[in-house]
């Protein structure tokens, strides 16, 4: 017997604005920084600006005695020397994880790393006594290149470690039978006339998640829980590794995530700060309370990317891609962080995208270094494999002549071979690359740009156009549970949702997925309101407290919808089935006899019929009902996909590439994504913006930079130049619909697409602007002087490397060297 | 981020805040729009003693015609400069300048004088208020005296002004008629210039009378261009007078090398940029 009808869909698939968004523009919005219970006492982090050294004392009295202080802990003095954060993605059976404590013991391993805590009745006297702690170091030589790192013989961050490298992970598909041999491939081609071996070094560069909230903790430890507020995306999986890193009972830990003001993969970790904030909290009775500055968020909070990859591919001279090696360094920074070693890793099975490659091979070594440590930012290991990819593409197609977009489509999996499975032995379900591609390429004008570009190369024009392509896919909705299991991560992916009828009619859905920005509260009730045919406003979304939603993953991997979604979808059909056995009861006809729309039951082939939200109201009062059941409508349902979802998309970038200044311009940008069912158009579509500005940024604004010492030097908003809405032009997006098939909503998943697909396609459209010029690679990001440089290079001018590290001695008090602050030129 | 404690005063006239400026002795801050001293407190850049407060005086945000100049008081925000009427018609460079400075917020709050006696090398008004001569009236213990632009900025974040002194007042030469532009060069839209190029011609029948050129973040201070304006002097505005007379460009200077730019690309990029606004004001 099937429960339901199909749902009427009125509400999915409309543009309707998000609910959550009056409260959070007009300031009614709850950060944890601003909730602050009665006796609250304040910390702050005394931070070391030194990358590598050992602690040779630790002068407390000043700080001690300065007004409003409460104290000032070491690690030891809190007893927390054992204490190690934990890491909960082993890559290899012998990964090397060193202890990362809450506070350096006896030395110090990345510039920012806290040393001591003050404990003060407010912040601005901790901040004042912090800087009252005196910290002497031994300093040594920072270890900052990972490839030298890497090498036998090198300096080490962690001595007990024995090595630099903290694991190297392989996917051979060979091995793995999932496909042919790599080295066979690159032996063939390199002594076969008819192919071609094309060997590129791409550097991904490291990157600041750069979230709008900084991160705040505050833990009341007065009630018979331990209470922990936290800027977190995983208030669940907080709770658990509280208990795993403190040792203390989870049934004694309530963890609430009031909003949250983004993450992009940022406030995914579990910090030292929050583990200080308990530790503290439980030692002194109080609550206790922590919240970084901006500097602090750039210097401690985990960073992303940093990867060097060394690919690659063998091909046909036809254009057939016969093989793909990939190899890749990723830099750790100086601990592992709770997913970090697993990010890299994700990509193993995103090198081969949307081509039918039939090699593949996949090697990543994970790097220590005297940096703040790496773990996800926003696509986790995926962009990084597009980027690879794409490029390679386009690497490929310049040397076999080729029209890149041609040659793409010569080598991906036609719509007419899904289900596929893939040489990274995935199985896409849906999509169609080809229909995607044309409606961009329309959207583009392609062939006119093409014309266009011809004629600016022929005038000699000092402004040069390129176009950029990167025609993506990836693999959401984390996940699977087994499929991660096998991969050794430490937590499963299913995902939770609870249905409550309430005795009016009204319904509160509770889900395990934890919004900071995303709009759940907005797609989750339209959901709802369509399974059990209630008006949209009469659902209530509840998340991100253990006391409402005990059960959840959270949310990162574009999971809440394809996970967190069909988990709601699944307890509503619950809830149906409970009510129509009511509804039966009470219009005394058999069930079978009832059909479910609108949100009524009605006996078929009359007019006899009971709104769900009557059903509802009866079952409180549950004066009359069945037998054989509770009265109750409310269920409960976990979810745990069979399959990753694989949204794909044809992203297009015009850039004008100024030859005269190296100014690139991103002059127009087309995307069409198949991201499967479409819940609410317009969230997806600020998704789709948000997430392209994100990738572009990485493609032309942003790096995070360190100098000599192992100083980050761009710690603040004026050096780390992320792009406003006045460096980019209007987007034209649009998406279309293959529906996923591996879940009962058809839907795929949007929250990464954007940031995974762009970065490649602006940096190709970079180099094709100014390739036929002599520049065959920029790193990223390609600012205006690095393309004026290599223009300079390809014109046999001066080579010189523009220092990326030194400090301006203008330009905004960021630039200004805090051991130099009026800029003086030494 | 906190800044340390420090006492505050805002007086209501330019006399009882140069007694607080005395009083408070050398650990004693102006306050202005804040937008580069709040900074600089919240990074714990500096601690001052006492922060005098001018917001709470009216006469310092006028903008007036004085006799032949245009006087703009310390306290004009850049939003009110750029807007002003009389700034269009006369000081046109002043505001096509003060345009690019920043965001609307900033614009708000940020003044006039605050953005001159900051002294950032890379700050837009600068290379304005050198290139069209300004005068600047500072105000201390002793009375007013009257600073000429060329002598005003001294160093990296230094002038002219006295420990225990108030920048009261900066006045323009009119140009009326003048044809002026700001070319500006940086790393994202809102961000500060890596290089920029404040152009003001005098152009008499096709050919340009006189030329007054100041260059932003060349150097420690403000510079004067004063290669390109004698190469452009007395010869017909048009590109190849334009490219040649840019060539001068980097005479004088000592351009910094920071992560945006080496010195040799920021040079590169002053003659480029200084081509263009040359044409561009001429039209
Ligand atoms: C995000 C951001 C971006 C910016 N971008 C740019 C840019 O692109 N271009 C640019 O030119 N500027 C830029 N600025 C700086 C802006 O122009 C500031 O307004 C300016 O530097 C300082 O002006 P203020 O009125 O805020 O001065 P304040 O910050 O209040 O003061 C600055 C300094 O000047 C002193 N001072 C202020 N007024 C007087 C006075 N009357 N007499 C004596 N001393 C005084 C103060 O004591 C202090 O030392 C930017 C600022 C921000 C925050």
């Known amino acids: 017997m099937t429960t339901t009808a199909e749902p009427t869909t009125t509400e999915i698939g409309k543009s309707r604005v998000r609910k959550e968004d009056a409260r959070l523009i007009a300031g009614r919005s709850r950060y944890t920084d601003s909730i602050t219970p009665p006796g609250t006492l304040h910390i702050a982090v005394v931070r070391t600006t030194l990358a590598r050294a050992t602690i040779t004392s630790i002068d407390k009295s000043e700080a001690e005695k300065s007004p409003g202080v409460h104290g000032v802990y070491t690690a030891a003095d809190l007893g927390a020397e054992a204490v190690g954060m934990p890491c909960a993605w082993p890559v290899t059976p012998d990964q090397k994880a060193p202890q990362r404590p809450v506070l350096g013991i006896g030395r110090v391993s990345f510039s920012g790393e806290g040393v001591a805590v003050v404990v003060a009745r407010s912040m601005a006297e901790a901040k004042d006594a912090a800087e009252l702690v005196e910290v002497d170091y031994d300093p040594q030589d920072a270890i900052l290149d990972m490839e030298a790192a890497s090498k036998d013989g090198a300096d080490l961050v962690h001595p007990d470690l024995g090595t630099n490298v903290s694991a190297t992970w392989q996917f051979d598909s060979k091995a793995m039978g999932t496909g042919d041999s790599v080295d066979d491939a690159i032996k063939e081609a390199e002594s076969d006339p008819d192919s071609i071996v094309v060997r590129r070094r791409f550097r991904q560069q490291r990157l600041i998640p750069a979230f709008m909230e900084p991160r705040s903790c505050v833990v009341d430890p007065t009630g018979e829980q331990i209470t922990i507020w936290s800027a977190t995306q995983v208030p669940h999986i907080l709770r658990t590794m509280t208990t795993v890193t403190l040792g203390i009972p989870e049934s004694k830990l309530r963890v609430i995530a009031p909003d949250v003001g983004g993450g992009f993969g940022g406030k995914i970790g579990v910090l030292p700060e929050e583990m200080l904030c308990v530790l503290l909290a439980q030692k002194l009775g109080k609550p206790v309370k922590w919240t970084e500055t901006r500097s602090e968020s750039m210097l401690t909070a985990h960073h992303g990317r940093d990867q060097i990859q060394d690919l690659t591919i063998t091909a046909k001279k036809d254009g057939t891609i016969t093989g793909l090696d990939v190899h890749l360094l990723a830099d750790m920074g100086s601990y592992l962080g709770l997913v ?487 | 981020m906190i800044p340390a404690k420090f006492d505050y005063v805002r007086p209501t006239s330019v006399e009882e805040a140069v007694t607080a400026l005395r009083d408070g002795g050398e650990d004693a801050k102006i306050l202005a729009g804040g937008q580069s001293l709040l900074p600089v407190l919240r990074l714990r850049m500096a601690a001052p003693s006492v922060v005098i407060d001018l917001g709470g005086i009216p006469e310092l945000r006028r903008i007036a015609e004085d006799g032949d100049r245009i006087a703009i008081g310390a306290m004009a925000a850049h939003h009110d400069v750029m807007r002003d009427d009389l700034v269009k018609q006369h000081v046109s460079l002043l505001g096509q300048a003060t345009e690019t400075v920043a965001d609307p917020q900033v614009r708000h709050r940020g003044t006039l004088g605050g953005a001159l006696a900051h002294a950032d090398p890379a700050g837009d008004l600068g290379a304005a208020a050198l290139a069209l001569d300004a005068e600047f009236v500072i105000l201390g213990a002793d009375g007013t005296r009257v600073v000429p632009a060329a002598e005003f900025f001294t160093d990296y974040f230094t002038t002219a002004i006295g420990e225990a002194e108030i920048l009261t007042q900066i006045r323009f030469p009119k140009y009326t008629g003048w044809k002026t532009h700001y070319e500006k060069f940086n790393r994202t839209a809102q961000a500060w210039s890596m290089v920029a190029i404040a152009v003001a011609l005098k152009v008499d029948g096709g050919t340009i009378s006189e030329a007054r050129i100041g260059l932003t973040n060349m150097g420690s201070t403000p510079i004067r261009a004063t290669g390109v304006e004698q190469a452009l002097v007395g010869q017909a505005a048009g590109k190849d007078v334009a490219k040649a007379a840019a060539e001068h460009v980097t005479e004088g200077t000592h351009a910094p090398s920071d992560a945006d730019a080496a010195a040799d690309y920021r040079e590169h990029l002053a003659k480029v940029l200084t081509g263009r606004a040359v044409l561009t004001a001429v039209g």
């Open chain 1, 340 to 826: 970090g070693p697993g990010v890299p890793i994700l990509g193993a099975f995103m090198f081969n995208a949307i081509y039918k490659i039939p090699a593949l091979k996949f090697t990543c070594s994970n790097v220590f270094t005297n940096k703040t440590l790496t773990d996800a930012y926003r696509g986790a290991g995926r962009p990084e494999a597009t980027f690879g990819i794409e490029r390679m593409m386009d690497e490929l197609a310049v040397e076999l002549g080729r029209d890149p977009m041609e040659l793409r489509e010569q080598n991906w999996i036609s719509h007419e071979e899904f289900p596929f499975t893939t040489v990274a032995g995935l199985t896409y379900d849906t999509g169609n690359y080809e229909q995607a591609t044309a409606r961009a390429m329309e959207l583009f004008d392609y062939a006119g740009l093409r014309r266009e570009q011809e004629e600016r190369k022929r005038s000699g024009d000092p402004v040069q156009l390129g176009i950029g392509i990167s025609t993506f896919t990836e693999m959401c909705g984390l996940a699977p549970s087994r499929v991660l299991g096998s991969l050794d991560y430490g937590a499963g992916g299913w995902e939770a949702a609870s249905i409550r009828m309430l005795a009016t009619g009204k319904v509160e859905v509770i889900t395990g997925a934890s919004a900071h920005g995303q709009g759940h509260e907005t797609a989750f009730s339209q959901i709802v309101a369509d399974q059990l045919g209630v008006p949209f406003e009469d659902v209530e979304i509840l998340h991100g407290d253990t006391q409402v939603s005990p059960k959840g993953l959270d949310t990162y991997g574009s999971r809440s919808l394809v996970v967190g979604g069909i988990a709601i979808v699944n307890a509503a059909e619950k809830v149906v089935a409970k009510a129509k056995k009511i509804a039966a009861h009470l219009l005394e006809a058999s069930e079978d006899d009832l059909e479910f729309a609108n949100g009524t039951f009605t006996v078929k082939g009359t007019d006899k019929g009971k709104a769900i939200q009557e059903i509802a109201f009866a079952t409180f009062m549950a004066h009359d009902y069945p037998e054989d059941m509770e009265p109750s409508l409310d269920s409960d349902a976990v979810f745990d996909p069979e399959n990753f979802s694989y949204p794909h998309g044809t992203h297009l970038a015009a850039m004008e590439v100024d030859t005269d200044t190296g100014r690139v311009t991103l002059r127009n940008y087309v995307c069409v994504d198949d991201i499967g069912n479409v819940i609410n158009p317009l969230i997806v579509e600020g998704q789709v913006h948000g997430g392209l500005a994100q990738g572009i940024a990485q493609a032309l604004f942003e790096e995070a930079n360190y100098d000599e010492q192992g100083t980050l030097v761009n710690a603040t908003f004026v050096d780390y130049t992320i792009p406003s809405a006045a460096d980019l032009p209007s987007f034209t997006t649009e998406s279309m619909s293959t529906a996923a098939t591996s879940n009962k909503l058809g839907v795929k998943g949007v929250g990464e697409a954007g940031t995974i697909a762009s970065t490649p396609a602006i940096v190709n459209g970079v180099l094709d602007a100014i390739r036929h010029l002599g520049v065959t690679e920029i790193e990223m990001p390609t600012t205006s002087q690095r393309v004026w440089r290599a223009l300079q290079v390809a014109k046999g001018g001066n080579p010189m490397e523009t220092p990326s590290d030194t400090h301006s001695p203008g330009a905004g008090l960021g630039s200004i060297d805090p051991n130099n602050p009026k800029g003086e030129v030494l």
